[in-house]
């Protein structure tokens, strides 16, 4: 293939397919994606802490040289990766979004970017993400803002923003990500691509507490529901440093770029999605939004998939005060050594000084009661399960918005209250430890895309990521939506 622009618009199962079969180069792959970057990166800012152009194109050439020995690193083998800037990697700036680690150039890899490497990529440079996570909007004052694929003037949502909009801008063909609080999801959304926030423990998320953090977990990102299920094999799997991850998922550890879309393809009629949409009005929804995400859904009837709404399953507001906050406060902890030197503290933003200062408040007992009612709604949800198969909800409760905006103050004439009200709707899903795949409704009549969360039941990886599949065979939205920044030529 001698036409680089065409390179960029494979997914990546037909990417490793060319490079396997030595249609492509794995040097004509990193000059394609590169200079894809250099077209459209300056629009949005994506992609940060870029490597030397000459370094890249010398490791794809030494990826060549072992293809050429007999050498398969494996199905990412010369895949350009640029990885989220909250995941430490080796020899590059892995910021966190922050002024505080703006220098830090770690000294080893995380497990997330070990085995994106041990399965064949060449790490390029780090996608832009929001100081330390907090808040679901791409903005730091390291990197600045990024855009949106389709409005480079909205924001691409966050925290793995820069992920989402480099995937849906071609600038790489599949992308990793995290989420606590909807940070796989609601850039998916925004961006009119797959994300998917695994079961806990489907992928390991070692750190310093290895016990008490368990909302917060790794992901995969990609514009096909096949790529998607090649990624999350690729980052799941046991790790003994981790001691809560589960044990390798046969069916997906099966998956390779032959087989893929022949195992994800299964009969899905009779299965039913219990719809909870606002929540019977609780949650501010901007217009639109939920007749989007119904229809996206009901085109699943041809096969004969049914979804019925559903009474809320706990009293949102409750559960927002009782077990959300001391959740989402408690996982702020590890500003600690950050919040008590006072120079240091100067450069946190507003923020996440709102998330470490909330945890203050509570004493271990209330995050004991926080917990016991954890479990409480782990049963609702349970409850749920028993009729239907998937719960469903939209991505977010607004479209994107302005990207110096730092977060959303009203949503249809209701003031949100906090720098994340607004992302309420993700909050119950993050908290059961279910998986769920983020998957494109469409986009209105402004360009403005919104997407749905399909939430399985615990540990269903597997099934889940089969049932995305039969959604996308319904409603290519990613394939029928193009970017228009994907129209200029270099």
């Known amino acids: 293939m001698s036409n680089l622009k065409g390179i960029v618009e494979l997914n990546a199962v037909e990417l490793s397919k060319e490079i396997h079969n030595k249609k492509v180069?794995?040097?004509?792959?990193?000059?394609a994606y590169l200079n894809q970057i250099d077209a459209v990166n300056p629009a949005v800012n994506a992609i940060v802490s870029l490597r030397d152009k000459d370094e890249l194109?010398?490791?794809?050439?030494?990826?060549?040289?072992?293809l050429a020995a007999g050498k398969d690193d494996g199905w990412m083998h010369g895949f350009p990766q640029a990885i989220k800037d909250l995941e430490d990697t080796k020899g590059i700036p892995s910021t966190y979004g922050s002024p505080i680690l703006k220098n830090y150039i770690p000294e080893k890899d995380s497990i997330l970017v070990k085995r994106m490497k041990d399965a064949g990529s060449i790490i390029i440079g780090k996608t832009n993400t929001p100081e330390w996570g907090f808040?679901?909007?791409?903005?730091n004052e390291v990197f600045g803002a990024t855009g949106n694929p389709y409005d480079p003037a909205v924001t691409c949502g966050g925290s793995s923003g820069g992920a989402a909009c480099s995937l849906a801008l071609r600038m790489q063909a599949v992308a990793d990500g995290s989420d606590f609080m909807g940070s796989l999801r609601n850039p998916a959304g925004y961006c009119n691509v797959y994300g998917y926030r695994p079961s806990w423990g489907r992928i390991p998320s070692p750190g310093a507490d290895l016990y008490?953090?368990?909302?917060?977990?790794?992901g995969p990102m990609a514009r096909k529901v096949s790529d998607l299920a090649l990624l999350l094999s690729t980052q799941s799997g046991y790790h003994?440093?981790?001691?809560?991850?589960l044990e390798d998922d046969a069916d997906l550890k099966a998956l390779t770029p032959d087989n893929v879309d022949d195992r994800l393809k299964t009969d899905v009629s009779g299965r039913k999605i219990a719809w909870l949409g606002d929540w019977n009005g609780y949650?501010?929804?901007?217009?639109?939004?939920l007749d989007m995400c119904k229809n996206a859904l009901g085109k699943l009837e041809a096969v004969g998939v049914s979804f019925d709404e559903i009474e809320p399953p706990t009293d949102p507001e409750k559960f927002w005060n009782e077990v959300w906050l001391p959740v989402r406060h408690f996982g702020a902890i590890a500003l600690q050594s950050h919040y008590e030197d006072s120079e240091r503290r100067k450069m946190l933003k507003p923020e996440?000084?709102?998330?470490?200062e909330g945890l203050l408040k509570y004493s271990a007992l209330d995050l004991s009661a926080s917990s016991i009612k954890r479990g409480q709604w782990y049963s609702a949800v349970m409850k749920v399960f028993e009729t239907y198969d998937y719960i469903a909800v939209p991505t977010a409760q607004v479209f994107a918005f302005d990207k110096n905006i730092h977060w959303?103050?009203?949503?249809?004439?209701?003031?949100?209250?906090?720098?994340?009200?607004?992302?309420?709707?993700?909050?119950?899903?993050?908290?059961?430890?279910?998986?769920v795949a983020a998957v494109p409704a469409g986009l209105n009549e402004k360009g403005q895309s919104m997407g749905i969360q399909i939430i399985g039941k615990p540990r269903s990886d597997y099934d889940l990521m089969q049932f995305a599949y039969a959604y996308e065979q319904v409603n290519d939205v990613v394939s029928q939506y193009r970017p228009a920044l994907l129209n200029n030529e270099y």
């Open 25 to 31: 180069s794995c040097r004509e792959v990193m000059e």
């Open 57 to 66: 194109l010398n490791e794809a050439k030494e990826k060549d040289n072992a």
């Open 135 to 139: 808040g679901s909007q791409t903005y």
């Open 212 to 218: 008490l953090q368990s909302c917060g977990v790794r």
């Open 240 to 245: 003994a440093p981790a001691p809560y991850t």
């Open 283 to 289: 949650l501010a929804m901007e217009d639109g939004i």
């Open 352 to 356: 996440a000084i709102y998330e470490y």
């Open 408 to 435: 959303p103050k009203e949503v249809a004439g209701r003031e949100m209250d906090t720098y994340h009200r607004w992302m309420e709707i993700v909050t119950h899903w993050t908290v059961s430890g279910c998986p």
